[in-house]
């Protein structure tokens, strides 16, 4: 089960201010009792438990190759983005109720790079995130194909990438971090000349519109 579009149901009938979601079918049980005084301790809007960063608890145990992907994905993450987050994909992050609207708009990508869109998205709005060691411990029960996992995260990932340096091309509000290097040119003019790539790209614009529409329909209206 992944985080979606659907994650904002129902946000605006809570009285809390901070607000997260759990999804579990890749993650297993996680012990997160003080991520919500980390969230109210640190005056963020944005909190991501890591597994990765460690602080005073103790060493996550996990399969090898989950342990090698997930150190994979980290460093590939800070390579496109220059953001400092060492857990991108771990999936308890808390939210504070009053970004949630401005945070899940247009979030173009419903798969494995959900989670890191959402975080590019919180830096490009100046939110401050904190990321904070939690407990953590492997869930037997997950049946994931490893080649289609590393398939769709290295390809989601490359979308968010692509559209953001779309933006910064057309002058839009990024994450501080762009720069525009001469290899990231270079590296978009490669993915723009891939026509599979460029279909994923239309199907991902496709669903930036969506929930555009999703967040700001009007109580009682239909999107049908």
């Known amino acids: 089960m992944y985080p979606s579009r659907s994650t904002t149901t129902g946000t605006g009938?809570?009285?809390?201010?901070?607000?997260?979601?759990?999804?579990?079918?890749?993650?297993?049980?996680?012990?997160a009792g003080g991520i919500v005084?980390?969230?109210?301790?640190?005056?963020?809007?944005?909190?991501?438990?890591?597994?990765?960063?460690?602080?005073?608890?103790?060493?996550i145990r996990r399969l090898l190759y989950r342990s090698l992907l997930s150190l994979a994905y980290s460093k590939f993450f800070r390579?496109?983005?220059?953001i400092p987050i060492y857990d991108p994909q771990c999936g308890f992050k808390m939210?504070?109720?009053?970004?949630?609207?401005?945070?899940?708009?247009?979030?173009?990508?419903?798969g494995f790079a959900f989670d890191s869109e959402v975080i590019v998205k919180a830096t490009s709005l100046n939110y401050r995130v904190k990321e904070v060691p939690i407990n953590w411990r492997h869930g037997k029960f997950s049946t994931l194909n490893i080649i289609h996992e590393i398939a769709s995260m290295g390809s989601d990932i490359l979308l968010v990438w692509y559209d953001?340096?779309?933006?910064w091309k057309s002058d839009g509000k990024?994450?501080?971090?762009?720069?525009?290097?001469?290899?990231?040119?270079?590296?978009?003019?490669?993915?723009s000349l891939n026509p599979q790539f460029k279909q994923k790209y239309a199907r991902y614009l496709q669903n930036k519109t969506f929930a555009h529409t999703?967040?700001?329909?009007?109580?009682g209206h239909s999107l049908a």
């Open 13 to 31: 009938a809570s009285n809390l201010q901070e607000l997260g979601f759990v999804y579990v079918g890749l993650l297993g049980p996680l012990i």
């Open 37 to 59: 005084a980390a969230a109210v301790l640190y005056s963020k809007n944005v909190v991501i438990g890591s597994r990765i960063l460690r602080g005073h608890l103790p060493r």
């Open 79 to 82: 390579y496109l983005f220059r």
């Open 95 to 110: 939210f504070r109720r009053e970004v949630i609207p401005h945070l899940f708009n247009e979030i173009g990508t419903d």
């Open 164 to 167: 953001y340096h779309q933006l």
């Open 174 to 191: 990024t994450y501080p971090q762009k720069r525009g290097s001469l290899y990231g040119q270079i590296f978009f003019s490669l993915l």
């Open 214 to 219: 999703l967040l700001t329909a009007k109580p």
